[in-house]
């Protein structure tokens, strides 16, 4: 930091605790320093301690995440619209991760307000020193979004302190508000408006080989080479065109099971790049159960004879996303399917067109209309999957929110479109919420029409009233080791015309944060369920119980999260008690082993002890997930994951070798078996393979 550019500059110091309390300095202080030239924004932070001292790192792996992990992080509110930022940040290893923020940094009906998954090419370094640590940053301005000729951003940095379990901010945030809240965050003048770096295109080639064989229909070993790419062209320094040719997310990395106990359909997020940047135009509309769009439905097909899901390979596809200007943000993604004699699949376009008009500081309204249409000469080819060769979703969002963050709201109307015209084909939902630094409400009514089918979305079900509500009362103890602590109380009931009531809850809730990172959370419940299709709850295809019966039973949900500041760290939860016509006895957690910044050990676990009066079936359901990640540098990676899932009786080898031989290029080995979990009397039979495959991808990133 002796150079002249760093001396010359000004710094932001006096951070503010976040946590465990927000009204006092920090007991480890930071000083953070920017500048720029024409090509690149450069920051600079000093990180004091108190004395010597280790700092706790999960591993050398980009895009790490946790409350307990020391790190600096910077937040830029490039459009001052304190609803959409960009997120870097860097530990003392030099680990880096970036992300982006949506809807405020709130955590709100489904939307996690922060994504990790989002990828681009910026710079950092880190180094220990005796009392300190440091971190310099180059983000190049290519990589940002923002409006040409704007004299000033909004930005906060925020630093996470091992040592304190210390949360720290340099524009101060009330600690009822998330860390990455963006309604507090600062403004920072430039000494003259910020000009567009110029041409900015990226070309992301690649090319893959891979081998797969399908043991079970004793198909023979296909051996398939590859190439593709994709392109991100900017056509103004805040609105980008990404277009992608015969894209391959082979890479991408293998969703965890569950044991699915549940009557409806399972929400898995999206992981693949091209459907990242500025997601929330696209992803945001309505709730978390029932989205008009969901992009995870594009690249997949079911296979009617069957009734599994399999991979529908993809032609290519455009996207356009950002910022007109300060007020509005338009989205269009195109992506072409390609057509699948085997499972009778004609060639379909998925469609999106997304527009949001800022109201007010923190308040917008959003339209969106989404088009799925199959190309095919024959009515009967479509058929074979499709009832119908098109189907069309529009819908508008009102999402409203107060400059301080305490008031918030949502109002949404969705209507799916099909050929043939059915009636309630609706969704609607009105919600809000507020949160004081003493408590925390939200509320929600919403319902969704007996034919609602948005084919690209994701709806949980159909045919429903549904009226909701939660609050929290908040206390913060001036000592000891619990940080904070709030009863509270949470109903939820649904119901619809044909059946009356079908569904209801009550909860008794209370919920604790403790100074070392960990919380604990309770809730006891009074839940009544109305079948209107018979079910099996336990999970084994037996004998189900009856349409038209009714149950109601008690049961206690608990969760717990250790110090993740320790070498062993793990996560427990619960939902046991009164189940359906029996009992149901779960247990679900992460066991976590860290050995160092070269990796660690975790084992995913899932047991369902489930007893019903004959004739319906017991069952005891396992599910257990052990999980390597070593870490050999900050460019090599490898992560292997065994997953036995006794439910569908499946047990799959998920192995990723990775390495970053250049920022944002990346050369994948990934290897991948599935073996039945009981076969013969056998716990696994490793000589008797389902499938296997292993494939290998080079990308590199180019910038003309």
């Known amino acids: 930091m002796d150079e002249p550019a760093w001396e010359n500059a000004d710094v932001a110091g006096d951070f503010m605790q976040y946590f465990p309390y927000d009204s006092s300095l920090a007991i480890a202080q930071t000083e953070v320093r920017m500048v720029y030239d024409d090509q690149f924004l450069y920051i600079i932070a000093k990180m004091y301690n108190l004395g010597k001292r280790e700092y706790v790192v999960p591993s050398l792996r980009r895009d790490y995440r946790g409350a307990a992990y020391d790190g600096f992080t910077v937040i830029l509110d490039t459009y001052k619209d304190k609803t959409n930022a960009f997120m870097f940040g860097v530990n003392p290893e030099g680990v880096q991760r970036e992300g982006l923020i949506s809807n405020g940094g709130n955590e709100s009906r489904g939307n996690d307000g922060l994504s990790l998954t989002w990828d681009n090419k910026w710079y950092a370094e880190a180094k220990k020193y005796e009392g300190y640590w440091m971190a310099e940053i180059a983000i190049p301005f290519k990589t940002l979004r923002y409006?040409?000729?704007?004299?000033?951003?909004?930005?906060?940095?925020?630093?996470?302190?091992?040592?304190?379990?210390?949360?720290?901010?340099?524009?101060?945030?009330?600690?009822?508000?998330?860390?990455?809240?963006?309604?507090?965050?600062?403004?920072?003048?430039?000494?003259?408006?910020?000009?567009?770096?110029?041409?900015?295109?990226?070309?992301?080639?690649?090319?893959?080989f891979r081998t797969v064989r399908d043991f079970e229909a004793e198909t023979d070993?296909?051996?398939?080479?590859?190439?593709?790419?994709?392109?991100?062209?900017?056509?103004?320094?805040?609105?980008?065109?990404?277009?992608?040719?015969?894209?391959?997310?082979?890479?991408?990395?293998?969703?965890?099971?569950?044991?699915?106990?549940?009557?409806?359909?399972?929400?898995?997020?999206?992981?693949?790049?091209?459907?990242?940047?500025?997601?929330?135009?696209?992803?945001?509309?309505?709730?978390?159960?029932?989205?008009?769009?969901?992009?995870?439905?594009?690249?997949?097909?079911?296979?009617?004879?069957?009734?599994?899901t399999v991979q529908n390979h993809l032609y290519g596809g455009v996207r356009l996303s950002g910022n007109i200007n300060n007020k509005w943000r338009v989205g269009f993604m195109s992506m072409q399917a390609a057509k699948d004699e085997s499972i009778a699949l004609p060639s379909i376009n998925y469609a999106v067109a997304s527009v949001q008009y800022r109201i007010g500081q923190r308040s917008n309204i959003s339209g969106i209309f989404v088009n799925k249409q199959s190309f095919s000469g024959s009515e009967d080819e479509a058929a074979g999957i499709y009832t119908v060769p098109w189907n069309r979703t529009a819908g508008l969002?009102?999402?409203?929110?107060?400059?301080?963050?305490?008031?918030?709201?949502?109002?949404?109307?969705?209507?799916?479109?099909?050929?043939?015209?059915?009636?309630?084909?609706?969704?609607?939902?009105?919600?809000?919420?507020?949160?004081?630094?003493?408590?925390?409400?939200?509320?929600?009514?919403?319902?969704?029409?007996?034919?609602?089918?948005?084919?690209?979305?994701?709806?949980?079900?159909?045919?429903?009233?549904?009226?909701?509500?939660?609050?929290?009362?908040?206390?913060?103890?001036?000592?000891?080791?619990?940080?904070?602590?709030?009863?509270?109380?949470?109903?939820?009931?649904?119901?619809?015309?044909?059946?009356?009531?079908?569904?209801?809850?009550?909860?008794?809730?209370?919920?604790?944060?403790?100074?070392n990172t960990s919380n604990l959370n309770f809730r006891l419940r009074r839940e009544y369920v109305y079948l209107f299709d018979s079910f099996d709850p336990s999970g084994t295809d037996g004998q189900e119980l009856p349409a038209d019966t009714d149950y109601t039973y008690n049961l206690f949900i608990t969760s717990y999260s250790s110090d993740q500041r320790k070498s062993f760290f793990y996560e427990l939860s619960t939902r046991s008690g009164g189940y359906f016509n029996g009992s149901r006895v779960n247990l679900d957690g992460t066991l976590n082993y860290r050995f160092?910044?070269?990796?660690?050990?975790?084992?995913?676990?899932?047991?369902?002890?489930?007893?019903?009066?004959?004739?319906?079936?017991?069952?005891?359901?396992?599910?257990?997930?052990?999980?390597?990640?070593?870490?050999?540098?900050?460019?090599?990676?490898?992560?292997?994951?065994?997953?036995?899932?006794?439910?569908?009786?499946?047990?799959?080898?998920?192995?990723?070798?990775?390495?970053?031989?250049?920022?944002?290029?990346?050369?994948?080995?990934?290897?991948?078996?599935?073996?039945?979990?009981?076969?013969?009397?056998?716990?696994?039979?490793?000589?008797?393979?389902?499938?296997?495959?292993?494939?290998?991808?080079?990308?590199?990133?180019?910038?003309?």
């Open 147 to 208: 409006k040409d000729g704007m004299d000033s951003w909004y930005a906060n940095f925020y630093r996470i302190d091992s040592e304190y379990a210390e949360r720290s901010t340099w524009s101060p945030i009330p600690r009822n508000f998330r860390l990455i809240t963006l309604a507090y965050n600062r403004e920072v003048t430039w000494d003259k408006p910020v000009e567009s770096p110029g041409t900015n295109i990226s070309l992301i080639p690649y090319t893959s």
């Open 221 to 308: 070993t296909k051996n398939e080479a590859d190439i593709g790419g994709d392109a991100k062209i900017a056509i103004s320094s805040s609105l980008n065109l990404d277009l992608t040719v015969n894209p391959d997310f082979s890479q991408a990395e293998a969703d965890q099971q569950v044991t699915n106990l549940d009557r409806f359909e399972i929400f898995f997020p999206e992981r693949r790049q091209f459907f990242l940047e500025n997601a929330d135009l696209f992803s945001d509309y309505g709730v978390n159960d029932t989205r008009p769009f969901f992009s995870r439905r594009i690249g997949i097909a079911q296979d009617s004879s069957t009734g599994t």
């Open 596 to 704: 160092g910044k070269h990796g660690s050990l975790a084992m995913n676990f899932t047991y369902n002890r489930i007893r019903l009066p004959d004739p319906y079936n017991d069952a005891d359901l396992f599910l257990i997930g052990p999980r390597f990640d070593i870490t050999f540098s900050r460019k090599v990676f490898w992560t292997t994951f065994i997953q036995y899932n006794e439910q569908i009786n499946n047990v799959n080898l998920n192995s990723r070798f990775q390495w970053r031989f250049k920022p944002v290029s990346d050369l994948f080995i990934v290897y991948t078996d599935n073996y039945l979990a009981a076969v013969d009397g056998r716990f696994v039979d490793f000589n008797r393979p389902k499938s296997r495959a292993l494939i290998i991808k080079l990308s590199y990133w180019l910038n003309l």
């Open 397 to 515: 969002d009102l999402n409203l929110a107060t400059p301080d963050n305490t008031w918030s709201g949502k109002a949404y109307y969705h209507r799916s479109f099909e050929e043939f015209g059915p009636d309630s084909t609706f969704s609607w939902g009105l919600g809000a919420g507020y949160q004081s630094y003493r408590w925390q409400a939200d509320i929600e009514l919403r319902s969704v029409g007996a034919n609602y089918n948005p084919e690209v979305g994701f709806v949980r079900r159909t045919d429903f009233m549904r009226s909701r509500a939660t609050v929290y009362q908040n206390y913060y103890p001036e000592s000891g080791k619990i940080q904070s602590h709030a009863p509270g109380l949470d109903y939820d009931v649904r119901w619809n015309q044909k059946y009356g009531l079908t569904d209801w809850d009550v909860n008794i809730l209370y919920r604790f944060n403790f100074r």
